[in-house]
Structure formats: C-alpha cells, structure tokens
C-alpha cells in the first residue's frame, strides 16, 4: 500500500499586489522526506512555507493535509493541524525572552492544554534526549545562538508533529552550529519525521530526499541533483 502525502500542494499561486510570487506551485511531502527549497532572498521560500504550513492560503489552488482539502476548513481546524501535526522552527528563533529554556518547550504543549506535570516531564526527556538539560533553567539571552537555535528544533518537536518546517534555521550560524544543527534535523528524520527547510544556500551538498529552487515563482529539481529514486513531484 502507497503512503499518503502528508502535505500536498496543488497547482498554488500567491501574489502581492503586482507581484506574483508563486506560479502554479505543485510539491508533495511525503512521510520520512528531507525536502530542501533553496533560492534568493525575496523569491518566495517563506510564503512557500507559511502556505504549507496553513498559515496563510493561497490565492488559486488547494493544499491538501492527509487527503483533505484545507480550502474551506475553519480557523479553528487549521489551528489544530498547525498545532498537533506541524512544527515551525523561525528564521529569528522566537524563543520568549521573560521564559525559561524550559518554558519555551512547553509552550506548544500548554497551548494544547497538555497538563503542566506532563508538560514538564516531556521538556526535561528532549533536553536530555539532546544532551542540552544544563540549559533548562536558564533564559534565552542567556545561551548561546547556537543553544537557542537547538531549543527551537526542540520547542518543534513537542506536541509529536508529522512535518517540521525550518525557514533559514541556520541564517544566523556559523559553519560548526550550523553542522550540528544539520544533523539534530537528520536525527530527527531519521525517526520519521519529514522536514522541508528553506535556505538561501545555493550550492551546499545537503542530503535529500528531494531538492528543489524556487525561481520566478516555480519549483524546479535544484541542477547538481538528481531526481529521487522512489518518487518525485512538483
């Protein structure tokens, strides 16, 4: 039996005005799937992700989660996919500052209504998991970029998403947070967890499922990579 995509786009255009961003988008997430979108800063790669994620919708075409179509889903159904099946992991962290490493994690847990105890037992299991617990008491500011950078991965993962998607994780990183970030991300899929980042890397070498550029508002397979094996779309 055929997985299912967890994520489809179809056919997804989005302007601004006059400016059409996005032209006729198709792409399938499937389970397990390391995507990368590579491309320029300013050609769509956030409004990519923010459609995928059902934060913002399309002006033509339809984004299908799991087989049904969002299109005429409430608010109050997307914000539940968006909460328990997708994990968001910002350019800018968006770690709360008056709040504990800890906290933090537990914030999407708590906007679930997960129990405090329960909150707090599966904050300190990440930590641990990634060997970041001395950091459970402390505050943003006072870690790392690279430490925070690692809480957000972590604050993602919280509520047992399906799909995590990074825009520019490692824009503010150097070459070795950037490396460890990497593989915290691969560990994960690794689990089973499909992934989809953005960067504005052109030309790394990063291990894929499916590596796509996004130029003059279509997806096209980036050129130094082949097409996958087992499937391919978009």
């Not at 968006?82 to 008056?98: A, C, T, V």
């Not at 998403?161 to 824009?171: C, G």
């Amino acid at each position: 039996m055929t997985a299912q995509p967890i994520i489809e786009l179809r056919d997804i255009w989005k302007s601004y005005g006059k400016t059409q961003v996005l032209k006729g988008i198709n792409l399938e997430i499937m389970p397990g799937d390391f995507i990368i979108l590579r491309g320029k800063s300013g050609v769509g790669k956030s409004t990519l992700l923010r459609i995928t994620g059902l934060i913002d919708k399309p002006d033509k075409g339809k984004v299908i989660y799991q087989g049904r179509d969002t299109t005429n889903m409430t608010d109050k159904q997307l914000s539940r996919i968006r909460l328990e099946k997708i994990g968001y992991i910002f350019q800018l962290f968006n770690l709360i500052p008056w709040l504990t490493v800890t906290e933090n994690i537990e914030l999407p847990m708590k906007l679930k209504g997960t129990p405090k105890n329960k909150r707090r037992e599966t904050a300190h299991k990440l930590l641990k998991k990634f060997g970041l617990q001395k950091l459970a008491d402390r505050y943003p500011a006072e870690i790392s970029v690279g430490e925070r950078q690692r809480i957000a991965v972590i604050r993602a993962l919280t509520n047992n998403p399906q799909l995590i998607l990074a825009d520019e994780p490692a824009a503010h990183l150097d070459e070795e947070n950037t490396q460890t970030l990497m593989n915290l991300l691969r560990t994960i899929n690794k689990a089973g967890i499909a992934i989809l980042i953005a960067t504005t890397t052109l030309h790394q070498q990063i291990p894929a499922t499916k590596d796509y550029t996004l130029k003059n508002g279509k997806i096209i397979l980036t050129p130094q990579n082949k097409p996958p094996q087992d499937r391919t779309n978009g």
